[in-house]
């Protein structure tokens, strides 16, 4: 497997009231084209700094992010990041939305492409609507169909589903794994939810508390779809907990 | 029904005891609310009611609609561009506070006694509250939708035509709804000055005409039912479905 993104003694820092706030110290990881790679910690250790650090919105005090071998400047549609408060334009119908990215093409074209992949989320007869008139779970779906309609090569995932219910969220996760399963993507998925993890990571970093830093690797050697209630998982997911001091 | 009931009896209270006062107090100026009642009839009838409302809001459209022209882009690249804002915005504050009556003499001065004096007070008037929130607009743009944007890599023109236009529309209606308050209440003020046309002429030559004070306060309440309207009006845009994301919560 092809190395995809190189992630090379990456350090971030703030200044505080308080003075010098180190929140990412030194982290170094590699991720394979096509492979989901998931990030957990604790809460407040510095993930979302981590991810747009790799994502290219932030620039690092010091070390590197290179994509295909070539050193990262900014972010771009090579790479889309999904966050978790979302940012499906309030003013943009669904279909919309999903056009937004997609430069170069006809108007007409983009309309086909566009509801082809609302159809492939799951929301079909939905691209005439505004975001406040779709459920949290629907928008989420927006989103991701948003950023798929791109072809990016990377997915950055920054706690992509905790603000849904428990429910939603498993839904999401299978939803993910169905359209991953045909358009392979690389992904890097931020999250504290280990189960969600498990469910979805070829390869798991645990992140230290604050300053940021791997801890841990493991991978996941199970096949999809995965029963996340076997005693295999559950034993992985008991290690990842140790780690994260739970 | 049951909601108009209140207003309306405070309506009936309030003439009942301007009623009562005049009566009692044997006031040989003051009218009865039928004396403005009459006097109302009267202008409607000899047609220069028509005549002073419509010259009002020909001049609050004209002032208006270029301070709208002016305000919106410069409020846009105000909010947008850093050092534009630094650079203008301490002058706009400054200008802000000044009340539009005070630039009376600098109108007359300027423009003489036609329409163009009123039409330039109320420029002056609507555009600074319609800068201000432009501007306020672009800043209170939520970071997550312009980052959303840079990932997209978009043109400038998409950037502007697709968020930031639409992002900052509701701020700019609202600045309009206050724009066009001030400006109405302006125009009032500024045709008292000269002039022979407009509802703030005719209360005005009321007064100097032989101290017609049912045609005084007829004028006043007209006044009164044309800014409802015109906020009526603007609050129409509220409903427009491009920004009812930022009104339906």
Same mark, same amino acid.
Not at chain 1, 87 to 103: A, E, H, I, K, R
Not at chain 1, 157 to 166: G, K, V
Not at chain 2, 108 to 112: D, M, R, V, Y
């Given at each position: 497997m092809p190395i995809k993104i190189e992630v090379k003694g990456l350090k971030?820092?703030?200044?505080?009231?308080?003075?010098?706030? @180190?929140?990412?110290?030194?982290?170094?990881?590699?991720?394979?084209?096509?492979?989901?790679?998931?990030i957990v910690g604790p809460s407040g250790c510095g993930k979302t700094t981590l991810m747009n650090l790799i994502a290219g919105f932030d620039r690092p005090d010091a070390g590197t992010v290179m994509i295909d071998g070539a050193s990262k400047q900014g972010p771009s549609s090579k790479g889309i990041l999904i966050s978790q408060h979302g940012?499906?334009?309030?003013?943009?119908?669904? @279909? @919309?939305?999903?056009?937004?990215?997609?430069?170069g093409h006809a108007p007409r074209n983009k309309e086909q492409i566009a509801d082809h992949y609302a159809d492939i989320v799951g929301l079909k007869g939905f691209e005439m609507s505004y975001p406040h008139e779709l459920s949290g779970g629907m928008l989420k779906r927006a989103e991701l169909a948003r950023a798929l309609v791109?072809?990016?090569?990377?997915?950055?995932?920054?706690?992509?589903?905790?603000?849904?219910?428990?429910?939603?969220s498993l839904r999401m996760r299978r939803e993910l794994l169905r359209i991953l399963d045909e358009e392979r993507h690389t992904v890097v998925l931020i999250t504290h939810d280990v189960e969600e993890a498990i469910h979805l990571a070829d390869r798991i970093f645990v992140l230290s508390p604050r300053p940021a830093r791997i801890q841990a690797t493991f991978q996941v050697p199970f096949k999809h779809p995965r029963k996340l209630l076997s005693t295999e998982v559950q034993g992985l997911r008991e290690a990842i907990l140790r780690e994260l001091g739970a | 029904m049951k909601r108009l009931l209140p207003p309306l009896a405070v309506f009936a209270v309030l003439i009942g005891l301007w009623w009562l006062v005049v009566d009692v107090s044997h006031s040989a100026i003051f009218p009865t609310p039928l004396q403005v009642a009459t006097a109302t009839v009267e202008l409607i009838r000899d047609g220069t009611l028509w005549e002073h409302i419509g010259a009002s809001l020909m001049r609050v459209a004209t002032g208006f609609g270029l301070a709208v022209l002016f305000a919106v882009p410069l409020g846009l690249w105000m909010g947008w561009v850093k050092g534009a804002y630094s650079t203008l915005n301490p002058m706009f504050q400054i200008l802000r506070p000044i009340s539009p009556i005070a630039w009376i003499p600098i109108a007359?001065?300027?423009?003489?006694v036609g329409n163009a004096s009123p039409i330039f007070l109320i420029f002056i008037s609507s555009v600074f509250p319609m800068v201000v929130q432009t501007t306020a607009g672009v800043h209170t743009i939520e970071?997550?939708?312009l980052r959303a944007a840079e990932?997209?890599?978009?043109?400038?023109?998409?950037?502007?035509?697709?968020v930031i236009i639409p992002a900052v529309l509701p701020q700019i209606i609202v600045g309009m709804r206050i724009g066009l308050g001030v400006a109405w209440l302006v125009v009032v003020a500024a045709e008292m000055i000269a002039l022979r046309s407009g509802l703030g002429y005719l209360i005005i030559d009321s007064r100097n005409a032989g101290n017609r004070y049912d045609l005084v306060i007829s004028g006043m309440i007209i006044i009164g039912l044309?800014?409802?309207s015109l906020d009526g009006l603007m609050r129409l845009l509220e409903g427009l479905r491009v920004v009812r994301w930022r009104y339906a919560h």
């Open positions: 971030k820092g703030f200044t505080t009231d308080k003075g010098e706030l @180190q929140v990412v110290d030194d982290v170094s990881f590699e991720v394979g084209n096509g492979e989901f790679v998931a940012s499906v334009f309030p003013w943009l119908t669904v @279909q @919309q939305n999903l056009m937004f990215g997609l430069n791109v072809k990016p090569e990377i997915l950055y995932m920054d706690e992509p589903f905790s603000a849904l219910d428990a429910l939603m | 007359i001065l300027w423009f003489g970071k997550r939708y990932n997209f890599g978009v043109s400038r023109y998409t950037l502007f035509r697709q044309i800014g409802l």
